[in-house]
């Protein structure tokens, strides 16, 4: 069984305070990883996706990185608008379209 | 930018009774969706279709839950008789082909009484 586990539960920053977030993953083989943002009361927001070890994406000021067993989204200089809950997800071989999330990390940037 | 809309937003029902929640998938997306979060917890694979039948279902899509696409835009998730422990938020999803990502609507927001 796919298993997808972030941390921290949950990170309070300094705007401009730099950090990274964290997603280990165990499944039998990665189709692709995952990024989403989540606002209270709103649907999952795609931001990456991540298919093999040495991937890389940016978008902004985040960046996702990928390894065999682990991916980071790191945040660079944040701003209080990248407040939200950051959501990983793994889907797990071609043919088997359905997503297993992480528990999320909730993400505060204080002004 | 193309998006997935949710109806209603918030639906109040009693238990045992029926509910339909409905979406409107991305208009060229083929592949649809179904997950639910319980409050404070992970977003949960429910149910996905395809080629208007079922390709893979959860633990938790039991006989109470059905879905059906009724034409060639709406995509709906019904629940025959609901419970308590059915109240959650449920998103809808789409996607256009094989490993391309997922677009989450907005959800609605199931309470039973």
């Known amino acids: 069984e796919d298993q997808v586990t972030q941390s921290p539960e949950a990170l309070r920053l300094q705007e401009g305070e730099s950090s990274s977030l964290n997603c280990s993953y165990t499944?039998?083989?990665?189709?692709?990883l995952f990024w989403y943002r989540q606002d209270p009361g709103k649907g999952p927001e795609f931001l990456f996706t991540?298919?093999?070890a040495g991937e890389e994406k940016e978008k902004e000021r985040l960046k996702a990185t990928l390894t065999k067993k682990e991916s980071f989204l790191h945040i660079t200089a944040p701003k209080p608008e990248d407040s939200a809950t950051y959501l990983c997800a793994v889907g797990e071989n071609f043919g088997n379209e359905k997503l297993t999330f992480g528990t999320g990390t909730r993400l505060t940037i204080i002004p | 930018e193309p998006e997935v809309t949710q109806t209603p937003s918030h639906q109040v029902t009693q238990m045992g009774q029926e509910v339909i929640l409905r979406c409107v998938p991305i208009?060229?997306?083929?592949?649809f969706y179904w997950y639910r979060q319980i409050l404070g917890q992970k977003v949960e694979f429910l149910v996905s279709?395809?080629?208007?039948?079922?390709?893979?279902k959860s633990e938790i899509f039991d006989d109470q839950f059905s879905v059906e696409r009724p034409d060639g835009s709406n995509f709906t998730l019904k629940i025959r008789s609901t419970k308590l422990e059915d109240s959650a938020m449920y998103f809808c999803?789409?996607?256009?082909?094989?490993?391309?990502?997922?677009?989450f609507g907005n959800g609605t927001r199931l309470t039973v009484t």
């Open positions: 991540l298919y093999s």
């Open positions: 499944v039998s083989g990665l189709r692709g």
């Open positions: 208009s060229n997306h083929l592949y």
């Open positions: 279709f395809y080629n208007n039948e079922i390709s893979e």
């Open positions: 999803a789409s996607m256009g082909q094989p490993n391309s990502p997922l677009h």
